[in-house]
């Protein structure tokens, strides 16, 4: 078996199916919009930005972590998508809850938060969409701690896991045991890959008629990276040096994945405005 047909199984996700569990964690997706600011520039705006991202993530106790995505490759030029990482969903609605206060705490002097809004909230249009909520697999989290001086890619893909009941001899313990196998192995094991979400179905999409969507969120340094199609190759054969070997274990996993998937999008990362 090549490489490449191997290479599908970097798709894989554990899904236990509408069954939220306790230990992992929820993701919020977030879309907002730019409008052109005739007073402003780009400067001006990411300025403004960071100071408001550095103050209120620091001040966000309930907010694990944060990315703020803008237009790349995808959707329209004013798009803005942010993903958020929380405890619980108690904990998101608790930090929405607080927001005025921790604004209040960021800027005290009610004139000159006031001068600050007014000219920040001029760079957007005040759209605001819920994407999704979704559940984190926190056992198959890869986070990127190091600082980031230039911008990162963010590439998002929908994928699919078959039913159980369409795994002849399957098992959930047998899925969730292979998938751990391979995050350990290659995902963390790959520089290139600098972070890695898994998400599932929580309080948006579907379960159930038939193949169950995952989403995929995994962060490159650069779009070359992220185009490469071969970027766990070495990885794999790392892992799996022995040819036989490698090929029963994706044989064996692979039986596991639906077919074909879907690409949501790819992003620049604001890096500067994120919480690690």
């Not at 942010?82 to 998101?92: C, F, L, N, R, V």
Request: hydrophobic residues 35%; glycine residues 6%.
């Amino acid at each position: 078996m090549k490489i490449k047909t191997l290479l599908i199984w970097a798709t894989m996700t554990v899904c236990l199916f509408a069954q939220y569990n306790p230990d992992n964690r929820v993701v919020t997706i977030s879309k907002y919009e730019f409008k052109q600011n005739p007073d402003g520039n780009t400067q001006d705006w990411f300025e403004r930005a960071e100071e408001y991202y550095t103050k209120m993530n620091r001040l966000d106790k309930n907010l694990i972590s944060f990315k703020f995505l803008t237009h790349r490759w995808t959707g329209a030029a004013k798009d803005i998508l942010q993903i958020a990482e929380w405890k619980s969903i108690a904990d998101a609605d608790a930090s929405q809850a607080s927001a005025g206060d921790m604004r209040r705490k960021a800027w005290p002097n009610d004139e000159k938060r006031g001068e600050f809004f007014g000219a920040y909230s001029k760079y957007y249009t005040g759209y605001h969409e819920d994407v999704a909520v979704t559940e984190l697999v926190t056992s198959r989290v890869k986070r990127h701690k190091k600082s980031l001086n230039e911008n990162s890619i963010i590439v998002i893909m929908e994928l699919y896991l078959k039913p159980m009941s369409e795994v002849e001899g399957g098992s959930a313990a047998e899925r969730e045991a292979l998938r751990d196998e391979y995050f350990e192995k290659v995902i963390n094991k790959n520089d290139k890959i600098l972070s890695w979400m898994e998400l599932r179905h929580y309080w948006s999409g579907f379960v159930g008629g038939g193949d169950t969507p995952i989403i995929v969120v995994t962060e490159y340094a650069n779009l070359e990276d992220a185009d490469n199609t071969s970027i766990n190759r070495e990885a794999i054969l790392k892992a799996w040096p022995d040819e036989e070997e490698r090929q029963a274990f994706f044989q064996k996993a692979n039986k596991y994945n639906g077919w074909g998937h879907k690409d949501i999008g790819l992003y620049n990362n604001v890096v500067k405005l994120n919480k690690r």
